[in-house]
């Protein structure tokens, strides 16, 4: 949680477009990884997902696309 605060303050900071990009890429890449997940590992189903990574990745395609 504390992770997610301090990303969407810093794309906060740059702007609104890039919040919304980052959010989207984050959630995107996380739900195309449970996808690819449940397909290779069909007994995978109640596995915890970190979601920092994903954000930390959306962060980063965010502040490059934006700016």
Avoid: D, E, N
């Amino acid at each position: 949680m504390k992770w997610a605060a301090v990303t969407g303050l810093f794309l906060g900071w740059i702007s609104w477009p890039a919040v919304a990009t980052g959010t989207l890429v984050a959630f995107a890449g996380a739900a195309l990884f449970v996808t690819v997940r449940q397909v290779a590992v069909p007994g995978c189903r109640r596995a915890v997902l970190a979601m920092a990574p994903f954000m930390a990745a959306g962060a980063l395609a965010a502040i490059l696309v934006v700016r």
